[in-house]
């Protein structure tokens, strides 16, 4: 809590009520009777947005047990941390007084704004630092020839897709067939090109020599 | 103008059945037919009429003063806010923006048909000031705010949108 002792304190809570009805939204609250029971006497007529206040919240207060809950942590404005510049002229009320409007006075909103903009930088900067770097990856097409028409292709297909491998993911296949009954599977994979390349997958899939012929790169694209 | 008015009144009253106004004059005076009596003619008439309907006296005004302060201000909006003149609307402002001041409804501690009204009439005005001159007239920006986010009683005005502008530091008067 800012200090309502002080003149200064005083001062900036005057500067804040200026286009305040209330210390929060528009309407009465547990904060109007929290800063008004830290308030000792009636502020002077020449702070006069916050002996207005003062004033309303004197006439409600009697019922501030009805009066609903504050929304936030209310801090009232200090004179030393939020004003940026503390030489500058409060809100003076009488037409005499030669005073400046202080519009660089504490806004309660603009520094819940900045704590919620400063959670959300903190929170895409730890997403951006899990996200991974770019992967370079692609798209490979294999043809995976089995030695006759008699070859279980059901068979082949399994055997293909228990290659794992880090990096190597199985896509879509079909059974293109190559003439005299054969027919061949083409089956699509994507991998990671740092860690699969297309001899490897070669090496891999024609140790299932009972089915596999031979493999060949039917399509290879970078993705 | 004032049937759209007093509709939004209604609303904000809870009176269930709308009533059917019709219309007197070049000037579009609203007239309400009582079912028993005689007609009702006049915005501050009709809208007193629709306050003491919905028994919510308190929005008359608080004790005699606090009444003849919210009648005071009702016949300030028809007499002199309404159909002023632009080179008009400056004084008018400076005085609003002295007299409130030190009050955060125009009568009492507690809203009333005077803030109603003064809403309705003003709402054109401020719309047309400029930010540096809603700062300026700081007082009367304050109430209007306040009164425009009471719940129950905007609907057909516009919202007009304030903020404290950190660039100007203009005297004011």
Known sequence: MGDMSTQAGLKSL?????????????????????VFEAIPVSPPSNLCHLLRWYNHAKSFYPQRSNLPVSKSQYVIPNHTQNIPNPTQNNLGCSNDEDDDLDLFGSDDEDEEAEKIKQQRLAEYAARKAKKPALIAKSSILLDVKPWDDETDMVKMEECVRSVEMEGLLWGQS????????????????????????????????????????SVDVAAFNKI | ??????????????????????????????VLQNNNGPPLVGLVTVACHLVKESKRPELLGDGAEGRAVVQQWLEYRVTKLDGSSKEETRAILKELNSYLEDKVYFAGHQITLADIFMYHGTHSLMVDLSVQEREQFVNVTRWFDHVQ????????????????????????H
């Open chain 1, 14 to 34: 005057n500067n804040f009520l200026a286009d305040k009805s209330y210390i929060e939204g528009f309407s009465a609250s547990q904060a109007d009777v929290a």
């Open chain 2, 149 to 172: 986010h009471v719940r129950g009683l905007r609907h057909h005005l516009t919202p007009v949108a304030v903020l404290r502008n950190r660039i100007y530091t203009s005297r004011h």
């Open chain 2, 1 to 30: 103008m004032a049937l759209r008015e007093l509709s939004s009144l209604e609303k904000y009253l809870g009176l269930k059945k709308p009533n059917k106004y019709t219309t007197q004059g070049d000037r579009k005076v609203p």
């Open chain 1, 174 to 213: 079909k059974l293109v067939p190559v003439g005299y009954g054969i027919k061949k599977l083409q089956i699509g994979c994507v991998v990671e090109d740092d860690k699969v390349g297309t001899d490897m997958l070669e090496e891999a899939i024609t140790a299932f020599e009972d089915y596999v012929q």
